[in-house]
């Protein structure tokens, strides 16, 4: 691509950002394996449910990455269970196709319906993983989930800071085969956590939940902030 091609190319995602408005939210759940996330964002849909009826909130759809669509839960099997290694650059890919077809087929609908999303993954993974922790351009990964994305950015993102040990610790207790990622060594997490400080250094729609907080403890300061933003 040239330089004249790629200023076009960013352009177009900026005019892109500025022009794409939809109806409902898009809450992502970020933070490293082990975190606690996943259950976090569940009982954030299960305490949202409470409010379904109200004008603010139309409808409330779990979502994750990858794996979300038919296209999500093939690539997810390949990224997990391929025996041949896969390269860091075909990783991101993999993942960047699934948010593509992601994007079109379960959020862009579903925020034009006015839905609340509640995302466990999406963009800032790959920034953190594939890009601080694998070391690929940062900047290319931007501008592919921009455009895997069609423009769309989070309301709000919710980061769980947590230690690695801490995180390391959870993930063994479930007695499980690890995935690739969780088989990484120290080095590697720790880059991860460094990207994600970085990438919400530079955000104000990030709201920061400790790790370490019981599950009702971290719902609890969440919709306080939805209610302090009068979302609810």
Known sequence: ??????????????????????NGKLITFEGIDGCGKTTLA?????????????????????????????LGQSLRTILQKQKEMVCDLAEFLLFAADRAQHFQT???????QGSWIIADRLADSSV???????????????????????????????????????????????????????REKH????????GYEAIFA??????????K????QQVACIMAYFRQQQWL
């Open 1 to 22: 691509m040239s330089i004249k091609e790629e200023i076009g190319f960013e352009r177009s995602l900026f005019l892109l950002k500025k022009v794409v408005k939809m």
């Open 42 to 70: 569940r009982a954030v849909c299960a305490a949202l449910g409470i409010h379904r009826n109200d004008e603010k909130l139309t409808g409330i759809v779990f979502t994750k990455e990858p794996g979300d669509t038919a």
């Open 106 to 112: 379960v959020i862009i609908p579903q925020l034009k």
């Open 128 to 182: 953190a993983y594939q890009g601080y922790g694998r070391g690929l351009d940062i900047a290319h990964i931007r501008a592919t989930n921009a455009w895997a994305m069609q423009g769309v950015e989070p309301d709000l993102t919710i980061y769980v800071q947590i230690d690695i040990e801490t995180a390391r610790e959870r993930f063994l207790q479930r007695n499980e085969v690890l995935s690739s990622f969780e």
């Open 187 to 194: 080095d590697f997490w720790q880059r991860v956590i460094t």
């Open 202 to 211: 530079q955000r104000n729609n990030v709201l920061v939940i400790d790790g």
């Open 213 to 216: 907080l019981t599950t009702e």
